[in-house]
């Protein structure tokens, strides 16, 4: 079956700080994979996507490359704000050509200090 | 931009009832997905709907059942609920089934059942 695994939360870091959140996955095809937020009382919110090996999503600072090779889609982003606490998922999807849903991680917390 | 609208956004309901939850996607979206978020869980998809008909099912409970509607809302229609009912229900919106559309989702409706 297909599963997403991300980093155990929560994650606290001082603000300019750089951030890794790192996530692996493993899919019975040839996946897209994405990084949704989830600001407090708040839906999802597509963050970046990335459909094919090497590719970079890229968005508000954070970027993720899709590494075949390891199977990782790991979240970065160089100087992060209190704005952007919020919990992150990862997530993939295999281009079935039905409307077939996400299978998601299981979120990870950023809080970010001032 | 208008977005996904769901009503409720809030239910309380007792065990053994019934609950229906609405959801009315973007405009010109053909595609509903409802998903199942447990307290501190990840999202779990439940089923999808496009063009009216069932397209894909996730872990849905027998229980449950859903619908769209020839305006393109859907309605997941819940009965003998369980205390592990308790959750955030999402519903998602594309324009168009397959993964090369985004999934565009709603604010919620945070059911508990007491």
């Known amino acids: 079956g297909n599963s997403v695994t991300q980093m155990e939360g929560p994650v606290t870091l001082s603000e300019e700080a750089f951030l890794t959140i790192n996530c692996t996955y493993t899919?019975?095809?040839?996946?897209?994979l994405f990084w949704y937020v989830q600001y407090p009382g708040e839906g999802l919110q597509l963050l970046l996507k990335?459909?094919?090996?090497?590719d970079k999503g890229s968005n508000k600072g954070f970027e993720a490359t899709y590494r075949k090779e390891t199977t990782s889609f790991h979240l970065e982003k160089g100087s992060v704000q209190v704005s952007d606490s919020a919990v992150y998922f990862c997530a993939l999807r295999i281009p079935g050509g039905g409307a077939d849903g996400l299978t998601f991680g299981k979120g990870t917390h950023l809080i970010i200090q001032p | 931009a208008a977005g996904v609208i769901q009503s409720p956004r809030h239910l309380i309901k007792e065990k053994r009832e019934t609950a229906t939850l609405k959801c009315y996607p973007i405009p010109r979206h053909d595609t509903v997905y409802w998903y199942q978020q447990g307290p501190g869980q990840d999202p779990q998809f439940l089923i999808s709907f496009y063009e009216k008909m069932q397209s894909d099912k996730g872990s849905i409970p027998d229980r449950f059942s859903a619908q769209q509607f020839s305006d393109y809302h859907s309605e997941l229609n819940m009965s003998s609920l369980e205390l592990g009912d308790s959750a955030l229900y999402f519903c998602a919106s594309s324009p168009g089934q397959g993964a090369a559309y985004e999934q565009y989702f709603g604010p919620g409706t945070r059911l508990t059942v007491t």
């Open positions: 899919a019975t095809g040839y996946p897209s």
């Open positions: 990335a459909t094919k090996a090497d």
